[in-house]
């Protein structure tokens, strides 16, 4: 009975796959997400030198789940950006994220309630909270993960936690980091729904991008570390061209992340469809 109800929904969440094009759509979402990227790249720049933390630790973070070539394109643009920076620089970073996030958070609702064959019935206003409140919420939980994971010592100095926990903290903030990347998916699959649903309802798409987030930036970043070339064959715009790839992953894998939502929440419905006829 399990294996059957398994097979049926991959087999709908394949059909389902293909046919609301979710690979285009990706890459038109991971366009949106390069504008994105370089502002919010000017925050984090004022976030590093806010705390006073060597672009070292960064570096090291943001290289467990990226390419090299994309962890050297950041550090080069954050030492830029940190030796021409100050007050205005961050209010710059963060009004331009907050606008290109802002699309890009009001592409994904757009494409979830097509998927569930919901019509955008939102007034003009309830759109544009909506949109921001989503882009705020995930601002507000990257900054935290960023805090947590850029100064994870310091915070347990803070806390006058013994040294020899250091290396506990390591394996706990990203435990931490997991969670916060699950709780903002949820928001994300949750409110960019027009129906009203349960925040339960969500949580399948939620678990399923984020370890698929996870197992594919890591995945991808062994791939171009040992077998890929795009440094010979593209040179200098090499490190562009990777940073478009995992753009595009990631897309991908967020529109997926909604589709699981979908498929599980029309089973759902012919059961109880078929319960209630039973």
Known sequence: ML????????ISAI??????EILISAASLAYSFLFTI??????????????????DIFNEIISKFMPDA????????????????????????ISMTAVSATMSIRKII???????????????????VVSVFLTASMLVMLIVSLAIMLSGRRMLELFGI???????WIFVRFVILAILVLISLL?????????????????????TAMVAWVAASAMFSYYIENFGNYAKIYGYISSFIILMIWLY?????????????????DQLSNAQTAEKKG
Not at 3 to 10: D, E, G, M, W
Not at 162 to 168: A, E, L, S, T, V
């Open 249 to 265: 992953i990631t897309a991908a894998i967020i529109l997926t992340g909604g589709l699981i939502n979908v498929v599980n929440n």
């Open 70 to 93: 994309i962890t050297d394109l950041s550090k080069n643009y954050v030492d830029f950006l940190k030796t021409s920076g100050g007050s205005g620089l961050m209010w710059t970073g």
């Open 3 to 10: 294996l059957n109800k398994s097979k049926k929904f991959i």
């Open 187 to 207: 928001m994300l699959y949750h409110f960019a729904v027009n129906t009203n649903k349960k925040l339960t309802a969500s949580l399948p798409g939620a678990v």
């Open 38 to 55: 370089f502002p919010l790249m000017i925050l984090i720049s004022q976030i590093i030198a806010y705390l006073n933390i060597t672009n």
């Open 15 to 20: 059909k389902m796959f293909f046919s609301n």
């Open 110 to 128: 757009i494409k979830i309630n097509k998927m569930y064959h919901e019509q955008m019935r939102r007034g003009l206003l309830k759109k544009i």
């Open 162 to 168: 013994n040294n020899r926990y250091g290396n506990i």
